[in-house]
């Protein structure tokens, strides 16, 4: 393959050729499949949806002779356009990777000493069930603790834990949207909003980075409104791509709520805000017009670096703009301990320009269940249904994090995700009481939470780690048991469903049989796993197929009907905007707080942390010779999902540090240098990478390198992993803390 040509199909292409690395395992119908040999002699297409990354995106599989040949983008999609990144071009790469792990195995040797032998899942069921039990009888079913990337697994997953009486669930939230959700719930009453960029005439990004943090109909949505002439505005400490494609602020990191308060000054005194939108959808802006008074232009100058008349002139711009104006709420929105603050701060700021149910702003997801209060829309509302479980057992201790607890922080969580950091310090402390069970599947803590030592740590101190995964990762090397899955190619999952301005089901089938014949899918394994324990009744279905055809027939909908475009919307719907016609339009099903409206200053806020409408924070700059350390996504790679997947290894092996050249230069550094990275407790070394495009007082490294599992011969060693060298701290709404750590750096 020649690497150019890939890189060629990659992002905005209609997905180029994967060539195929690797070898070919035998083929068996084991499994999920009944899909059989699709496509034996000839080329067929399989409609599905991607899982490079979670985004799901729809696909198209073309399968030859039983084999995934290439994938590209699901035509039936008009939002996707027929379009994948980089990384979901990656898919039969992966798929037959000798390196995936092909059976269950169980720990012999120390922990992390990589020592196990393969064992019948029979075996891996038994010695779970075993211990689980032990664990329950000896320290109660709270000790288990279950974290999974947020997914539709969850359902199959998170049951095994809750049959046993543990309250203790957790998503990866907390390191990546959640201070959003919290932000969106207090002030809208729900999380289910998003943002119709298409549309926009004016876009301001905080850090949100478009064209390496893909989602792709996201992406697209974005370069069709600069294509159409709108402006891009990008603050962000270092030049990302999407910084590339419209005006770059060098904002000074964590102080973006500065900007965004004295936006809210500026509007207020120049009279720009819609204050029709503001008395009818709002209550509490007095408060908040008090509270950013004195949050002048001049004051945001020297919070953010960023000048004063920078500050008036993108305001100005914003309000001309309103209301097809959007300054986004961001996705990964961990940067600082308070960071819920600055997403409530944005979408406040937003409503000021009245930019809700509009084209070109934001909006409530059409979802099926919304549909349905709407008599104009109602015939369009073809619900899902859920394959019944019985009640699970009432915990006898509360979270470990607190979530749900009135009157603290921890009544703002959604109990859903929780504070997935806290397991570190639960295990390792013992407070409020031991996990001695950690169950994890789909997600790599050892990368993904902060403070990496402290998670070794902690995994030293269970008696029980399990990991579900694809590959021997960095965690699954530290686990008592490792179960393979097969991957989103050869396996059957629930519907996804999809909805933005209308309604959309996506559909995941296997495209081919499995590659490695022990692997199995997730709904599988748990299943088998629950009924080893005598728990089978959690699981009443017979198999994918069956699950599938409960969730489709109150839609009326039928597998087949799935598989014929992989997609569903309601045909002849259009977008849904509430306000698009009427202005004065009732939202009282958009806005689920408890008074309808919009709460500027929330009440549930201000009891959980006296902060009822957001409150600048100042966080502490980085003295000299010392720098903040911010991280971020690259295109080709996802999370800590990807690093040893050939072809993705093959285009980006290794990350490197970002310093300023100037100061790198002063330094008598050089672009290239081996250099030690370190945050005073913790250092990490890699290579240094000198380039303008990064604020001297920063330092940057995409995520997700650095790894330490041998078994992934392509990755292991290389890099940087961000999350060794920033510590665990937990935010006020139980986030991860990522860009408040300040870093040295030297010569290696
Ligand atoms: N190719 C690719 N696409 C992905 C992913 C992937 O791994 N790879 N992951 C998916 C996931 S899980 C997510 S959450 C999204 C993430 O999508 P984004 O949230 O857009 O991406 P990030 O790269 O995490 O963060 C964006 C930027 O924040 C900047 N930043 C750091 N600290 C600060 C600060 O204090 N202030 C400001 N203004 N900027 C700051 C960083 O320099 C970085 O460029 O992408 C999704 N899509
Ligand atoms: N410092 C710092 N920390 C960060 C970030 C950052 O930018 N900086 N980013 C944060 C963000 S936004 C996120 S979302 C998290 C991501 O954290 P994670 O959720 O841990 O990362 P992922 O890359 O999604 O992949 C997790 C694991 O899922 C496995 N996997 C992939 N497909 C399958 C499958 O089909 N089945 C099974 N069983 N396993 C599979 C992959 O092999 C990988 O080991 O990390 C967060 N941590
Ligand atoms: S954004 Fe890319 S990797 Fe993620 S699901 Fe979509 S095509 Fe796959
Ligand atoms: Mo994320």
Request: hydrophobic content about 35%; charged content about 25%.
């Amino acid at each position: 393959m020649k690497r150019r040509n890939f890189i060629k199909g990659l992002l905005y292409g209609t997905g180029g050729t994967v060539a195929v690395m690797g070898g070919f395992g035998t083929f068996s119908n084991l499994n999920d499949l009944k899909a059989e040999d699709k496509g034996k002699g000839s080329e067929t297409t399989v409609f599905s949806s991607c899982e490079i990354c979670r985004n799901q995106c729809p696909i198209a599989v073309k399968v030859k002779d039983g084999k995934v040949i290439k994938i590209e983008g699901n035509p039936n999609d008009s939002a996707f356009g027929g379009v994948i990144c980089a990384r979901g071009n990656a898919g039969p790469s992966l798929l037959y990777d000798p390196q995936r792990i092909k059976k269950p195995m169980i720990r012999t040797g120390e922990r992390g000493q990589g020592k196990f032998k393969e064992v019948s899942w029979d075996e891996a069921y038994t010695y779970i069930a075993d211990k689980l039990y032990n664990i329950k009888d000896e320290y109660g079913g709270e000790a288990i603790a279950s974290a999974s990337r947020k997914g539709p697994h969850d359902w199959f997953f998170r049951s095994i834990g809750k049959a046993l009486g543990s309250p203790n669930f957790f998503s990866h939230e907390a390191t990546c949207p959640l201070t959003r959700s919290v932000g969106l719930d207090t002030t809208f009453g729900g999380e289910a909003f998003a943002a119709d960029y298409g549309n926009a005439k004016y876009l301001i990004s905080i850090g949100r980075n478009w064209f390496e943090g893909i989602q792709v109909a996201q992406a697209r949505a974005v370069a069709k409104a600069i294509s159409n002439g709108a402006k891009l505005v990008v603050l962000d400490p270092r030049f990302s791509v999407t910084a590339s494609k419209g005006e770059w602020l060098p904002i000074k990191g964590a102080s973006d709520l500065a900007f965004v308060m004295a936006m809210a000054n500026i509007l207020i005194t120049e009279n720009l805000y819609d204050q029709n939108f503001i008395s009818q959808y709002a209550e509490g802006f007095d408060k908040w017009a008090d509270e950013v008074k004195d949050k002048t232009p001049e004051w945001a100058e020297k919070e953010t670096g960023i000048s004063k008349d920078k500050i008036i002139q993108i305001t100005r711009e914003f309000a001309a703009a309103k209301p097809n104006a959007i300054l986004d709420f961001g996705w990964r929105t961990a940067y600082t301990p308070n960071d819920y603050q600055l997403r409530r701060a944005i979408l406040i700021v937003n409503m000021m320009i009245g930019n809700l149910e509009v084209p070109g702003g934001y909006y409530q997801n059409k979802s099926a269940a919304f549909l349905k209060n709407f008599s104009d829309q109602a015939s369009y509302a073809k619900g899902l249904g859920a394959v019944k479980q019985p009640n699970f057992p009432k915990a006898a201790k509360g979270r470990i994090d607190g979530t749900g607890v009135k009157g603290t922080p921890g009544q703002l969580i959604p109990a859903y995700d929780g504070a997935v950091g806290q397991i570190l310090e639960s295990i390792l402390t013992e407070k409020p009481y031991p996990i001695k069970a950690w169950l994890v599947h789909r997600f790599n803590p050892y990368i993904s939470i902060t403070e990496s030592a402290k998670a070794l740590e902690a995994f030293k101190k269970l008696d029980l780690l399990v990991t579900c995964d694809l590959y021997m990762t960095d965690t699954a090397y530290y686990s008592d048991v490792v179960l393979p899955e097969c991957t989103y190619l050869e396996r059957y999952e629930p519907i996804f469903d999809m909805s933005g301005l209308t309604p959309k089901y996506v559909l995941r089938q296997p495209a081919v049989s499995v590659v490695y014949p022990e692997t199995k899918p997730y709904w599988q394994i748990y299943k088998e796993l629950a009924e080893k324990m005598g728990l089978g009744e959690y699981f009443e279905f017979k198999d994918m197929e069956d699950y599938l055809t409960q969730q489709l027939s109150p839609a009326g909908l039928t597998l087949d009907q799935m598989k014929e475009k992989g997609v569903w919307t309601p045909p002849g719907m259009k977008p849904f905007y509430l306000r698009v016609n009427d202005p004065k339009a009732s939202l009282d099903f958009v806005l689920a707080t408890k008074s309808k409206k919009i709460q500027i200053f929330s009440e549930e806020v201000e009891e959980a942390v006296k902060q009822g409408v957001p409150k600048y924070v100042q966080y502490p700059q980085p003295e000299e010779g010392k720098f903040r350390f911010v991280q971020g996504k690259v295109a080709v790679h996802t999370n800590a999902g990807t690093a040893n997947i050939p072809v993705l290894n093959e285009l980006m092996p290794e990350n490197s540090l970002w310093m300023n050249t100037a100061v790198g230069t002063k330094l008598g550094l050089k672009d290239g240098d081996s250099i030690v990275v370190s945050s005073g407790k913790y250092e990490q070394k890699g290579k240094l990478k000198l380039t303008e495009g990064v604020r001297p007082d920063t330092v940057f490294c995409y995520h997700g390198f650095g790894r330490i599992s041998p078994e992934l011969k392509r990755a292991y060693g290389k890099g940087i992993n961000d999350n060794y060298l920033i510590p665990n701290e937990i935010g006020v709404v139980g986030n991860t803390v990522t860009s408040t750590t300040f870093v040295a750096v030297r010569k290696a």
